[in-house]
Structures are given as structure tokens and as C-alpha cells.
């Protein structure tokens, strides 16, 4: 008699609101047995790190078409190559340094992006290159009441070219007008998921919350990443080489901590297309 061995997914919680490690090994993760469980835990706990995993590329995009529709951008073998360092990027070093403060990807996009799973080749020095994350779920879960009532029909302009002002606060016109040109789209503040779920849409990239005073929108804006992004929300992953870290870019805010652009820090990045338009 042949016996199956059905293979278990092996995880551990980083911290109560956000955050697992995942344990399994290399091939059972290559495998696609556990993909459906994975999935189920990222849009639980935000953020996942398989810690000194060591995909090759190759192996990266495979691991990452075992989790859905495997979105395809940069090199040959499908990988992105994230730095600031413009010798490796010379094409997006100067757009990626808006990567430094919280953020979702595609924003202006009518499908955003489901995940991002990024791998450390090379880190920073200990101590800088963190990438943090912040679960905007748990974050929303978490508000009074009140404040949930006062935000929940609320709708904000989300356009890349603001971001440019947390890192070049007097930009040239040109540098404007080439950011101004990616386009900006009307988000909800507060976007109800499929699941019935909601969470906050918040980052670099919010300009003002439509129909209301510029003064009241800033602190709406920045009151909530300021809540969203407290300790209880977030966790900042210290890379080590081999690491890989997969998140739900659909609930939960990224920024890339500071570090020395010329101090080598090199980061392989897959995507997962998205699956769920932004809630109107």
C-alpha cells in the first residue's frame, strides 16, 4: 500500500497584528502543495518571511506562479533588480527613492497589484535597508467607532507626483511634469474587500481627501498612516542574504528604511497580478 504524505504548512507568528515566518523547506514550498494555505495567510497576517529560503531567480518565479497569476516585469527570468544604486538602476533609482516613505503600489492602477515578494541578494549595512510594513486591516479593525463613521464614505486623490515632495521638496518642472504624467486616480479612503473586510488606502502617493478643507484633509491623511503605521501595526524586517518576504500589497503599506545608495544593497522583486479592483 502506497502512503501520501501531505505536507503541513510550518509558520510562526512575528507579532499578534501582523507578521508570520514561514519554515517550510525549499521544495516543499516549490512544490505548490501549501500555496492555497500561504494565500490564506498572507491576506490574514499581511506579510510573510521565509527567512534564508535562497530562491535563485529562476526558482523565485516559479515559487511565486505557484500563488497566482505570476505578473511579469524586468529582466529576462522575469525579476526586478531594487536599488538606489544608479550604476544597477539607472532607469528607476531616482522614482524608487519614493520607495523610502509608506506606500501601496499602483494606486493609480484599476487593478492594484495582489502581492509583492521581494529577496535579499545583497543587504545594507546592520542597521539601515530595513523594509517596513504597516497592516492597514488591522489598523482599520482597531479604530473607534466614531472615527470609523467620520471616514468610512471619504475618498482621497491618489497621484505619484506628491510623493516627490517627501524627497524633493523643490522639484524642477520637468522632474514634475514627468511625474505628473504616470496619472492620479480617486481612491476610497476605506476600501470594503470582496471578503467583506476593510482596510485603509493611505501613502506618499495621498494628495487630499476630496471635498473637504485642505487644513482638515491633511490631518485626516496623516492622523491615520501616523495610527497606522504605531508599533502595534507594523513590523520592520532586518534583511539577511536568502531572505525572501512576500506581502499583501491589497492591506498593508511598504516603505524601504534609509540606507546608502552605494553601499551595494541589491533586492530581486516578483509580483502576483491583482484579482480585485479598488472598491468605487
Not at 521638496?169 to 474587500?193: C, D, N, R, T
Request: charged share 25%; hydrophobic share 35%.
Amino acid at each position: 500500500m502506497t502512503t501520501t504524505t501531505q505536507t503541513q504548512l510550518n509558520q510562526e507568528e512575528i507579532k499578534p497584528a501582523i507578521g508570520s515566518r514561514i519554515l517550510n523547506t525549499k521544495e516543499e514550498l516549490l512544490s505548490g502543495d501549501i500555496a492555497g494555505e500561504i494565500r490564506d495567510l498572507l491576506e490574514a497576517r499581511g506579510v510573510l518571511v521565509f527567512p534564508q529560503i535562497n530562491f535563485t531567480p529562476e526558482e523565485q518565479v516559479a515559487f511565486t506562479k505557484t500563488l497566482g497569476t505570476f505578473a511579469p516585469e524586468g529582466d529576462d527570468e522575469g525579476v526586478t533588480k531594487i536599488t538606489l544604486d544608479v550604476k544597477e538602476n539607472p532607469q528607476s533609482a531616482e522614482y524608487l527613492k519614493g520607495s523610502l516613505y509608506w506606500h501601496i503600489d499602483g494606486t493609480r492602477n484599476e487593478v492594484p497589484i495582489l502581492a509583492s515578494l521581494l529577496s535579499c541578494k545583497v543587504p545594507s549595512p546592520k542597521g539601515t535597508g530595513n523594509t517596513g510594513f504597516s497592516n492597514t486591516y488591522s489598523a482599520y479593525d482597531a479604530l473607534p467607532d466614531e472615527t470609523k463613521a467620520e471616514i468610512d464614505d471619504l475618498h482621497v486623490l491618489h497621484a505619484p507626483w506628491a510623493s516627490l515632495f517627501y524627497y524633493s521638496p523643490e522639484p524642477a518642472l520637468a522632474m514634475l511634469k514627468g511625474m505628473q504624467s504616470i496619472g492620479e486616480k480617486e481612491l476610497p479612503l476605506v476600501w470594503e474587500h470582496a471578503s467583506g473586510r476593510k482596510s485603509l488606502v493611505l501613502g506618499c502617493t495621498s494628495h487630499h481627501v476630496i471635498g473637504v478643507d485642505h487644513q482638515k484633509s491633511a490631518e485626516i491623511i496623516h492622523g491615520l498612516r501616523e495610527w497606522a503605521t504605531g508599533p502595534e501595526f507594523t513590523y520592520s524586517h532586518e534583511w539577511e542574504v536568502g531572505d525572501l518576504v512576500i506581502w499583501d500589497n491589497t492591506g498593508t503599506m511598504h516603505r524601504a528604511e534609509a540606507y546608502d545608495p552605494e553601499c551595494g544593497r541589491m533586492m530581486l522583486r516578483t509580483k502576483l497580478e491583482g484579482e480585485e479592483p479598488w472598491a468605487s
